[in-house]
């Protein structure tokens, strides 16, 4: 019973079309993240500029 509801998952065209939508989640978020933790650095190491020049 679960292999045939696999096979039936993979043979519709709603089984690919899941799996691109999260291969694109993941991709965004693997994109989200990164940037997050680059203006995270980038803001930590703003702050001490701006309180010196203050």
Same mark, same amino acid.
Do not use: H, N
């Given at each position: 019973?679960?292999?045939?509801?696999?096979?039936?998952?993979?043979? %519709? %065209?709603?089984?690919?079309?899941? #799996?691109?939508?999260g291969?694109?989640?993941?991709l965004?978020?693997?994109?989200?993240?990164?940037?997050?933790?680059? #203006?995270?650095?980038?803001?930590?190491?703003?702050?001490?500029? #701006?309180?010196?020049?203050?």
């Amino acid at each position: 019973m679960v292999w045939e509801t696999i096979k039936r998952f993979i043979q %519709e %065209e709603d089984g690919p079309t899941a #799996l691109e939508y999260g291969v694109c989640l993941v991709l965004i978020i693997i994109v989200c993240v990164s940037a997050v933790t680059t #203006l995270g650095s980038k803001t930590k190491s703003l702050f001490p500029d #701006l309180a010196g020049y203050l």
